[in-house]
């Protein structure tokens, strides 16, 4: 039984927007602070945004502005909304704990952003 499911990636055009979903079990999510990260090819996982179980919000500052992360405690679920979307943005995107667990990875969603 997959831990965490993350969905809703997709092909979008340069400025568009996508609603990326994460659930995850209950173990691994409550009251403790959930991130999403990003993996494009060749380059390392970062983390883009982190939302505490209380709500406060981080992120990074290539994202900032444009990605909203939020999160339901009460379904175990973590939201991001991704805005005025770039090509540089194109990459699985994950979520996990933050910082990260490496037994909490999932199978990701890809986003791809090109005209």
């Known amino acids: 039984q997959a831990q965490v499911v993350e969905s809703g990636g997709g092909l979008v055009q340069p400025g568009g927007s996508l609603r990326l979903s994460c659930a995850a079990t209950?173990?691994?999510?409550?009251?403790?602070?959930m991130g999403w990260y990003r993996q494009a090819p060749g380059k390392q996982r970062e983390l883009v945004a982190a939302?505490?179980?209380?709500?406060?919000?981080n992120y990074a500052d290539s994202v900032k502005g444009r990605f909203t992360i939020s999160r339901d405690n009460a379904k175990n679920v973590v939201y991001l909304q991704l805005n005025s979307l770039k090509p540089e943005d194109t990459a699985v995107y994950y979520c996990?704990?933050?910082?990260?667990?490496?037994?909490?990875w999932g199978q990701g969603t890809q986003v791809t952003v090109s005209s």
């Open positions: 209950a173990r691994i999510f409550t009251f403790y602070t």
């Open positions: 939302i505490t179980h209380d709500g406060s919000t």
């Open positions: 996990n704990r933050v910082p990260r667990v490496a037994d909490y």
